[in-house]
């Protein structure tokens, strides 16, 4: 009854406030998905990965009705909170009828409503008769890829660098619904040489999904993570993130096809539900990687992937692991309770732990009403401890709290963990933070984010101070003609280092930095789309002395274009930059083409820009085109050593073609309900 009361209030606002829930233009989703997740230096996603995934489901959206925790997931921007309650509004209220049935689940704020459209939908059936029966509407792909530069480094001219500058990538990926999924990547960098071993990167898998519950089998490249990733936590494997965003405890594998050079694990790697609310999940993975050896012992992974000049082809897979873990879970609706274990084997000893590692978790959470807490503690060899633990209040479906607290002993280790911490390994970090989200009037939302960290390890270098400070606020606000207006605010003092004038060796310093960013999305009806934006940074540099502030500047205008009766899409952006200290350095996110992400870092004084023309045929070719180039105006070379540029300007070519075709193109797996209530 309360239902049927929420649905028919719902179905007269929505008349009179809100449009119905709608799948957007893919470019326009990806884009609003990395503005939910605010991208930025220190974002955990891969845009690449991101891109990948969200291209799979938006082809083959999850049927809400039979969708699996793993499945939404994998979308890597839902929330763990958000993926319980999607869940559990169809265990309590049945087979959802409408797609805007989103309004009635908890904590779903408009911008989600916006997006989950896109990759979720209602069906009139609910589950396909026989497991098998995706495979007879099956989706292929096959893509073509090229990047060059139209200025040759030195490295080029000299012959250090013995192939072409052309990054070539081939890729073969298949999609049969969410059940069944497989891909083949093959990429080579620039430079490297072809008659070493043709390709330099080979990647392939294939997954089975959606049977036996929430099973799941992944056969070649995947990526895992359990818990709060402490001990397995591949997706943010090498960053260094001191915004923790707050999240539940959480278990997936999932196949990976991706083109990113940071060890990844091969092998085979299954979670098998036999009871509801119990999973159980083992993997073993062989992994190949670069990395620095020194008399016999290896120091630190090199994740850069370029073999082309002897001594980087000296590092290739210098280095064997073969990682042995499993992880059981006991699920319920109020409560979570896991255990992790996990073995690593290399070929040469660590100069920190040797030949061998291993790291046991227990991960944990629990729910009543409007808290929430969840967290994961850790031992590894040596008993090195680690845990992080989450405090989460939310009163209201838009009002939130939360607060993070975590600590990471000098002698923990874990390779495949999260890496909270600045170093190659998770280790030697205690830290605090805290967020608050406010609704305001109508779409209006501020948000808050405080977090402090003490660098134990930092402690023995040169630092004034081992504290790290990172205080955030921002601004966001939806209008009716669907523009949106973000204003950020952010301090950070964090570690840096320099290179002393005649000196090759860098010293440890610290940086403070303001930042403040604005941003204003306008679609209009005749297909344009401008986002408007700039940056602000005052950085100073800590080096013997605080140095002045320096002042660093960036504006922005993005144009883009869509006829929507011939599926192509032109898009430009023009940027001026003045950054005169690399503390003031711009991370700025750029659009890409398919199978690809690239965002420079801005620093200097200069101008950039970048052209996009995507063009999607009926029959199911697509060709992509970009071209981007970044003028500087301080300086006449651009680079160093046999990456140096004789000229002021830097121009890059990206052009893909890509073929995608059905099985069965009369039949699709299942259809949409209708989006009214």
């Known amino acids: 009854m309360k239902r049927c009361i929420l649905a028919i209030f719902l179905s007269i606002s929505l008349t009179c406030t809100v449009s119905a829930a709608k799948k957007l233009p893919f470019d326009l989703f990806y884009d609003l998905v990395l503005l939910y997740l605010e991208t930025s230096d220190d974002s955990s996603e891969n845009p690449e990965e991101l891109h990948a995934n969200l291209s799979k489901y938006y082809e083959n959206p999850i049927e809400w009705n039979n969708a699996t925790h793993q499945q939404l997931a994998d979308l890597l921007f839902i929330p763990d909170q958000i993926i319980d309650e999607l869940l559990y509004y169809v265990y309590v209220y049945g087979p959802v009828h409408s797609i805007n049935e989103l309004r009635l689940v908890p904590y779903v704020d408009d911008k989600l409503f916006d997006l989950l459209p896109s990759v979720l939908a209602v069906s009139d ?3 396909s008769p026989n497991w098998v029966d995706p495979f007879s509407y099956a989706s292929h792909k096959f893509t073509l890829r090229s990047d060059f530069e139209a200025e040759r480094r030195k490295g080029y001219k000299s012959g250090t660098y013995p192939d072409p500058p052309f990054r070539q990538l081939v890729k073969y990926s298949t999609e049969a619904s969410p059940s069944f999924s497989a891909a083949v990547t093959l990429e080579t960098d620039a430079g490297e040489p072809w008659n070493v071993r043709g390709f330099d990167l080979y990647r392939a898998y294939a997954q089975f999904s959606s049977f036996l519950n929430d099973s799941r089998v992944v056969v070649g ?13 591949t997706y943010s494997y090498g960053n260094f993130s001191s915004r923790l965003r707050s999240k539940r405890s959480s278990y997936a594998i999932r196949g990976y096809s991706g083109t990113s050079e940071a060890p990844s694990l ?31 012992f290896w120091s630190s992974v090199i994740d850069d992937g370029l073999h082309r000049t002897i001594s980087e082809q000296a590092n290739n897979f210098s280095l064997n692991l073969h990682t042995i873990a499993a992880h059981i879970l006991y699920s319920h609706r109020f409560f979570s309770v896991g255990a992790t274990a996990y073995g690593g084997f290399f070929s040469l000893p660590s100069t920190v732990f040797g030949n061998r590692q291993w790291a046991l978790s227990l991960d944990y959470s629990a729910k009543y009403r409007v808290f929430s807490f969840s967290g994961e503690t850790s031992i590894s060899q040596g008993n090195g401890i680690a845990t992080t633990n989450f405090i989460t209040v939310t009163p209201l479906p838009e009002l939130s709290f939360a607060l993070n607290i975590r600590h990471f002993s000098n002698d923990y280790h874990s ?23 406010f609704p305001l009037y109508r779409f209006m939302t501020i948000d808050f984010f405080a977090d402090v960290t003490r660098n134990n390890i930092a402690v023995n270098t040169s630092l004034r101070n081992p504290l790290f400070y990172d205080f955030r606020a921002r601004y966001s606000a939806s209008f009716r003609n669907s523009s949106t207006l973000h204003l950020y605010f952010r301090f950070k003092q ?20 303001y930042l403040l960013n604005l941003n204003y999305r306008c679609p209009f009806p005749n297909g344009f789309t401008t986002n408007s934006g700039a940056q602000f940074s005052l950085a100073r540099e800590f080096k013997d002395v605080w140095s002045s502030n320096n002042l660093g500047w960036l504006i922005y205008q993005d144009v883009d274009y869509s006829l929507a009766k011939t599926n192509l899409l032109f898009r ?8 005169p200290l690399w503390a003031n350095r711009f991370y700025l996110n750029e659009a890409s083409i398919a199978e690809s992400s690239y965002s420079p870092v801005l620093y200097g004084e200069g101008f950039r820009w970048y052209f996009i023309m995507k063009y999607n045929a009926r029959c199911g070719l697509s060709a992509q085109l970009r071209i981007a180039q970044t003028i500087y105006a301080d300086r006449q070379e651009i680079g160093s050593s046999h990456d140096l540029t004789s000229s002021p300007h830097r121009t890059e070519f990206s052009i893909l073609l890509s073929y995608r075709f059905k099985q069965n193109k009369n039949t699709l797996y299942y259809e949409r309900r209708p989006t009214s209530l």
């Open 125 to 127: 059936s609910i589950k």
């Open 221 to 233: 490249s995947y990526r895992a993570s359990f818990g709060c990733g402490l001990v397995l936590g």
């Open 266 to 296: 091969n092998g085979v790697a299954a979670s098998i539900v036999p009871v509801k609310g119990l999973s159980i999940s083992a993997i073993y993975g062989y992994s190949p990687i670069d990395a620095h050896i020194t008399g016999g």
């Open 415 to 437: 390779f495949w963990a999260n890496s909270y911490a600045r170093y190659d390994r998770v280790s030697g970090e205690d830290g605090v933070s805290f967020s608050a989200i």
């Open 494 to 513: 964090q570690q840096s280092t320099y290179l002393p004038l005649y000196n090759h060796i860098y010293n440890v310093s610290e940086e403070q930095v």
């Open 572 to 579: 430009i952006r023009l940027a001026l930059f003045d950054a």
